[in-house]
């Protein structure tokens, strides 16, 4: 029987639990998700279940050289004390993994959620660095909404205010060391603490005891990928797969390989009108709205692709508001005779039912034509309606209207009204335009 996270402590009042993803129970529900997806807007939330996170050091002379010629993003300038959205793709430009580096010296980088990949790229170079997986040795926490930067203040004790969007420094939380980062997912004033992994319980709960008078809620598995969706920040295994299978070297170096867990990382299973063509759900950086990140002033994987896709962008990235009326067709149709149309349970895609992850993505039309593909399906609470995040053609503005087939092929389908609309959707002050030095 599996045993509880060894990174969020016990609760016995909580009854729902899940092992999708981890070899260990993880929380996937507190309170309920209602509660917990409004907390990135009204208080803030604490979320501890992407532990272990797969963490590589890099050090040595050669380590920015190496790193700057496996991704997209340039090295030009980039203080210690700071962090980027790494990005690192095939030779067609298809994103083959993307997370988090930090600077943490001349020499020195910390990689977040960038293995597999990376130590497969890491080990076959020859270059003057040295490289380590430390995956299981830090415990990571999120801490996102208005009222985190309070919370964590109370928690550590110290003024914040000096730590700009994604940059980091030392702190402690009851005389523990921690390392504290600004960013997140949910689009939202956020925070990263990063601790040892031995003292993860004590630091989990410390923040939330900080956080009660806040009005802090504890974030399960449930509601956590829909900040994603909401943020237009698309997510590997949830908005789209990563490349790997064309890099036949890489799949037989991944083969039996993890990251933390005994589960192999590409256990994924494909659902949604887009069908079981692996290749059609792969997206590039400029697609997926990250094209400012991409930067043509060194050689590296992907470049030519890239660059003829940023010269003549043939689709872009929008938020789909889905017709609520369509919706209840679709509800209605369990309740009534003949083949019901494929269940849209709220409030998205992650289900148990599975045992595994499962990638939905559904084909858009419009007027009969295939003009993108739609994934990451979710109903926000906070706006009481149901959105998802597209790559459709350029030519299609904000404001149209647009199909999106829902089912499964081979079942009975349903064509969904959506209106394209703003990215992203979240219209509520954003991280990096939070003035936290008028909270201090």
């Known amino acids: 029987m599996a045993e509880h996270s060894p990174y969020v402590p016990f609760d016995p009042a909580v009854h729902l639990y899940d092992a999708i993803l981890r070899d260990f129970l993880i929380p996937w529900e507190y309170r309920g998700w209602r509660a917990e997806q409004l907390s990135w807007k009204q208080t803030a939330y604490i979320h501890g279940n992407l532990n272990p996170s797969p963490w590589t050091r890099i050090s040595g002379p050669d380590a920015a050289k190496f790193l700057e010629s496996v991704s997209v993003n340039s090295f030009a300038r980039y203080p210690i004390g700071t962090g980027k959205h790494l990005i690192l793709c095939n030779e067609d430009g298809h994103v083959m993994s993307h997370g988090v580096l930090l600077r943490t010296g001349e020499e020195e980088f910390e990689g ?54 994604m940059w980091f420094r030392d702190s402690s939380i009851n005389g523990i060391p921690v390392r504290v980062l600004r960013m997140g997912m949910g689009g939202a004033l956020a925070y990263e603490v990063h601790a040892a992994a031995e003292h993860a319980h004590a630091i989990y709960q410390a923040i939330v005891d900080a956080g009660e008078p806040f009005g802090i809620e504890r974030l399960g598995t449930y509601a956590y990928l829909m900040n994603h ?32 867990t005994k589960k192999p990382m590409n256990h994924a299973s494909w659902r949604g009108s887009i069908g079981d063509d692996i290749q059609a759900r792969y997206r590039n950086p400029i697609e997926l709205g990250w094209g400012t990140t991409v930067r043509f002033d060194h050689d590296f994987p992907g470049r030519a692709a890239l660059e003829r896709e940023a010269a003549q962008p043939r689709r872009r990235i929008v938020t789909l508001e889905w017709s609520t009326d369509d919706i209840m067709d679709i509800h209605r149709s369990q ?25 939905y993505a559904d084909r858009v039309e419009q007027d009969g034509k295939v003009v993108g593909i739609s994934s990451g399906r979710c109903y926000t609470y906070y706006y009481r309606r149901m959105i998802s995040i597209a790559s459709i053609d350029a030519s299609i503005a904000d404001g149209e209207e647009v199909v999106v087939i829902w089912g499964d092929p081979g079942t009975r389908q349903k064509e969904i009204r959506a209106t394209v609309t703003r990215y992203p959707y979240l219209d509520l002050p954003r991280n990096a335009e939070v003035d936290v030095a008028a909270k201090a």
């Open 112 to 165: 977040q959620w960038l293995a597999p990949y990376l130590d497969y790229l890491l080990d076959r170079t020859d270059l003057d660095l040295t490289w380590e997986s430390t995956t299981g040795q830090t415990a990571l926490f999120q801490i996102a909404g208005p009222r985190s930067f309070d919370i964590l203040a109370a928690a550590t004790g110290e003024d914040l205010s000096d730590i700009r969007f």
């Open 229 to 260: 969706s909401e943020n237009g920040f698309p997510q590997s295994f949830y908005h789209f797969p990563l490349a790997w299978d064309t890099e036949p070297g890489f799949t037989e170096w991944l083969r039996g390989r993890s990251m933390g």
């Open 335 to 359: 309740y009534e005779p003949g083949e019901p149309y494929m269940p849209i349970d709220e409030p998205n895609h992650v289900t148990r039912q599975y045992g595994g992850l499962v990638q």
